[in-house]
T-cell receptor
Framework: DIVMTQSPDSLAVSLGERATINCESS????????????LAWYQQKPGQPPKLLIY???TRESGVPDRFSGSGSGTDFTLTISSLQAEDVAVYYC?????????FGPGTKVDIK | QLQLQESGPGLVKASETLSLTCTVF?????????WGWIRQPPGKGLEWIGT???????YYNPSLKSRVTISVDTSKSQFSLNLSSVTAADTAVYYC????????????WGQGTMVVASS
């Protein structure tokens, strides 16, 4: 199985400041034939299902604010919230869909400082 | 707009079979999407259980494969999860979700249903 790790476990950021979450996969999720990274980011608020934010490592899902961005390739990825808003308080998960079993990172909790 | 809704018992006795159904609204279950089940124990992370294509092709998590069956009923726009021989470790919120392709992110999710496996 591809093991996904995230850092930090949690972070607190002031409103309007940048939040950065890291995700590492135990093996590359870059598919050489199409040069795509099979990596997604989700946001989960309490009592709600996860919401897809980013797929193919850097493509924003329709309707997702542009303050959310994804970057990285191979085994190392980053989710950046450029200017944290109150509604961004949530747990964020990365997930690889390169191969089954699809696996998720343990999550990073983002709070307001 | 595509929506998913889980249904099924909220309480299952230990050693029995957990059965859930997901109904697809606002779109066709045969649209080319893949349909999956993911679970989340209380206060913990997400675990993929398995995925099915409308044709019936299935992909299961090896950690659960011996106990899991996912099936589809296109006439009812539903897909279902059966998890046998449940224990307390199977207590979780169970989500159904859709993928645009077999190797794709989960872009649409149901609200989830809490299932408690109780002895």
């Amino acid at each position: 199985d591809i093991v996904m790790t995230q850092s930090p476990d949690s972070l607190a950021v002031s409103l309007g400041e940048r939040a950065t979450i890291n995700c590492e996969s135990s093996q590359s999720v870059l598919y050489s034939s199409n040069n795509e990274n099979y990596l997604a980011w989700y946001q989960q608020k309490p009592g709600q299902p996860p919401k897809l934010l980013i797929y193919w490592a850097s493509t924003r899902e329709s309707g997702v604010p542009d303050r959310f961005s994804g970057s990285g390739s191979g085994t190392d990825f980053t989710l950046t919230i450029s200017s944290l808003q109150a509604e961004d308080v949530a747990v964020y998960y990365c997930q690889q869909y390169y191969t089954t079993p699809f696996t998720f990172g343990p999550g990073t909790k983002v709070d307001i400082k | 707009q595509l929506q998913l809704q889980e249904s099924g018992p909220g309480l299952v006795k230990a050693s029995e079979t957990l059965s859930l159904t997901c109904t697809v609204f606002g779109g066709s279950i045969t649209s080319g999407s893949y349909w999956g089940w993911i679970r989340q124990p209380p206060g913990k992370g997400l675990e993929w259980i398995g995925t099915i294509y409308y044709s019936g092709s299935t992909y299961y998590n090896p950690s659960l494969k011996s106990r899991v069956t996912i099936s589809v009923d296109t006439s009812k726009s539903q897909f279902s999860l059966n998890l046998s021989s449940v224990t307390a470790a199977d207590t979780a919120v169970y989500y159904c979700a859709g993928q645009r392709g077999g190797n794709d992110a989960f872009d649409v999710w149901g609200q989830g249903t809490m299932v408690v496996a109780s002895s």
